[in-house]
């Protein structure tokens, strides 16, 4: 058990090191895509991995900037603290339903 656990260990060690060590380029004989319509130059490789700031928006969603005291919510009520009326059924009219040309 010891030997396959250090096997495994070896195995993400020398994969750990398999890391970037040079920008990136397309592969040879390749290029990079064309220029975004209405730009004048084609982008680097680091600015297509780039992500836009529309893909990455910042939160603006924090509400309450320091702790203070909510106000009463008056629709915030417990399970079961408002009585609901039964639906009522009403029997249907057995006249209408007899005559399809009304």
Same mark, same amino acid.
């Given at each position: 058990?010891?030997?396959?656990?250090?096997?495994?260990?070896?195995?993400?060690?020398?994969?750990?090191?398999?890391?970037?060590?040079?920008?990136? /380029?397309?592969?040879p004989?390749?290029?990079?895509?064309?220029?975004?319509?209405?730009?004048?130059?084609?982008?680097?490789?680091?600015?297509?991995?780039?992500?836009?700031?529309?893909?990455?928006?910042?939160?603006?969603? /924090?509400l309450?900037?320091?702790?203070?005291?909510?106000?009463?919510?008056?629709?915030?009520?417990?399970?079961?603290?408002?009585?609901?009326?039964?639906?009522?059924?009403?029997?249907?009219?057995? /006249?209408?339903?007899?005559?399809?040309?009304?």
């Open positions: 058990m010891t030997i396959r656990c250090a096997l495994l260990l070896m195995l993400f060690a020398a994969l750990a090191g398999c890391g970037l060590r040079a920008p990136l /380029e397309p592969p004989g390749q290029s990079l895509p064309p220029a975004p319509y209405g730009a004048a130059t084609r982008l680097s490789a680091e600015e297509l991995l780039t992500p836009p700031p529309v893909a990455r928006p910042e939160r603006v969603d /924090e309450l900037q320091r702790s203070e005291e909510r106000r009463d919510d008056r629709f915030d009520l417990p399970p079961g603290s408002v009585a609901v009326p039964p639906p009522t059924l009403t029997p249907p009219n057995r /006249e209408q339903d007899d005559d399809p040309g009304r």
